[in-house]
């Protein structure tokens, strides 16, 4: 570390580690360097860490110094305006625009680079993608950059055949204006079930920040009823639980004595309670194993477990909230322990409780820097369950590596004959991702999914950074 210029001894790293010395930009970069990590992976992950704090965005932790030179910017430019920046490019140049106040840049310019942001957010996967959200994040909190950048995401959802809203919805909770949480209101309201699926899953999270437009307390109520009145899985309903435990006293208790079933009502109090979506001794069960094979993986001493890992994959898995379940799902992916986590969790992803099913391709989708695309395929072979192996076929999607032809047919087949709208979609979804030369004739032998699939031809395949390695 001292090789990088960073002044450094036994006190600091001691202040460091407990929080009393913030760990500067400098730092961080220093780190990453000397571990080897993929650039800014780790500035990222402080970035989001610090703004889930609420903490300032101007903070050295989150930023550098001082800007780079002109020579600097015009190579990041140059770089994304010939698609080979990775998320680390990305998120330096955004960052670097927060210096100045002002930047005069011509509208066409910030639409295409804006426009360029939210289409590589929308396919890109694990380190890559927390990369480019953090971009985002830091343009959007620019005076200038955040306006433009709110209108291509507003464009992106809106367009009549957009396949994947998830990613774009979800920045949406990052902007401070209450315009963005009247869009996601009537996002909720939508006749698109991907569009109200996908607004549904970020409302909770506006609640807590207060992103709502005034008066919208008895429409969010609405929702959130009618969501946990349907019969169904309870991990179709995740998304109402978690807003349910945001309302205020009075809505909350209108909407737990209006659920008709006593199992859900339960599940509901529980939530609202302890904050986790299922008992106790299940979520501590299931964390203690899946941290003990990944400590026993990478050579951690067995007799001084890690009470952090242990914390990281229960919320990652459990957590009612589905922004906490993102931050320790993120913390965990870009840990030492990322690759043995997914691997122990990809076991889970099989499990006979449909809930633990769920919420293990839930916390996967994240790691795809680590997820081994074969083990995945074999995880989704003997899946019979329609709503899980639809939930498995989006992680495929999001995975590196090869494509094999079984696999590949196997996408084809469900996107041709599945039993429901969820199951083809996902499997339109993983062959989008997976550019498989099979999507290119898919469209000729079913008319009805000629636009979906134009709309996948015309964004591009996953991005995978090429600064990040692939799975052993």
């Known amino acids: 570390m001292r090789d990088q210029g960073v002044s450094i001894d036994a006190s600091r790293i001691s202040r460091w580690e407990s929080g009393q010395l913030p760990a500067t930009h400098k730092l961080i970069s220093a780190y990453e360097s000397v571990i080897g990590l993929p650039d800014s992976t780790l500035w990222a992950t402080s970035r989001l860490l610090h703004r889930s704090a609420g903490e300032d965005a101007r903070s050295t932790s989150v930023r550098p110094d001082e800007a780079r030179t002109s020579e600097e910017l015009d190579e990041l430019f140059d770089r994304i305006e010939a698609r080979t920046a990775t998320g680390g490019h990305w998120l330096r140049m955004t960052s670097d625009l927060a210096h100045f106040e002002r930047v005069y840049l011509h509208r066409t310019t910030w639409t295409t680079l804006c426009t360029q942001l939210v289409a590589e957010l929308t396919r890109s996967s694990g380190i890559a993608f927390f990369r480019r959200y953090e971009a985002a994040c830091a343009l959007l909190a620019h005076p200038q950059g955040g306006r433009h950048l709110a209108r291509s995401l507003g464009r992106f959802v809106l367009h009549p055949d957009v396949q994947n809203v998830a990613p774009a919805i979800t920045l949406l909770r990052e902007v401070s204006d209450q315009a963005a949480g009247g869009l996601v209101l009537r996002l909720m309201s939508d006749q698109n079930k991907m569009l109200r699926r996908g607004a549904s899953g970020v409302a909770a999270a506006m609640v807590a920040r207060g992103r709502f437009p005034h008066g919208s307390v008895e429409l969010l109520e609405h929702h959130t009823g009618a969501a946990l009145r349907k019969r169904g899985a309870i991990a179709r ?50 964390s203690e194993a899946v941290a003990t094979f990944a400590e026993a993986a990478t050579r951690r001493a067995a007799y001084d477990p890690d009470q952090m890992l242990r914390r990281l994959v229960r919320e990652s898995l459990f957590h009612v909230q589905r922004e906490r379940r993102h931050l320790a799902s993120v913390l965990v992916a870009v840990s030492p322990y990322g690759e043995h986590v997914a691997r122990a969790i990809l076991d889970l992803a099989s499990d006979a409780d449909d809930l633990v099913a769920n919420m293990s391709w839930s916390v996967l989708r994240r790691m795809g820097h680590v997820l081994d695309r074969g083990r995945v395929v074999d995880a989704l072979s003997d899946e019979a369950r329609e709503g899980i192996r639809a939930r498995g076929l989006v992680t495929l999607g999001l995975t590196t590596g090869p494509l094999g032809e079984d696999a590949a047919e196997m996408m084809v087949a469900t996107a041709k004959e599945g039993s429901s709208d969820a199951l083809r979609h996902a499997a339109v979804f993983a062959l989008g991702m997976t550019d498989h030369e099979r999507l290119r004739v898919l469209a000729t032998e079913e008319p009805e999914l000629a636009r979906p699939v134009g709309w996948w031809r015309s964004l591009g395949p996953a991005i995978h950074d090429e600064d990040v390695r692939e799975p052993a």
Do not use: G, K, N, W
């Open 237 to 286: 309903r995740t998304d109402a639980i978690d807003l349910a435990t945001q309302l205020p006293e009075d809505s909350y208790d209108r909407v737990l004595a209006a659920i008709p079933e006593p199992r859900v009502r339960r599940r509901v109090e529980h939530a609202r309670e302890t904050m986790e979506l299922v008992p106790r001794d299940l979520a501590r069960a299931v």
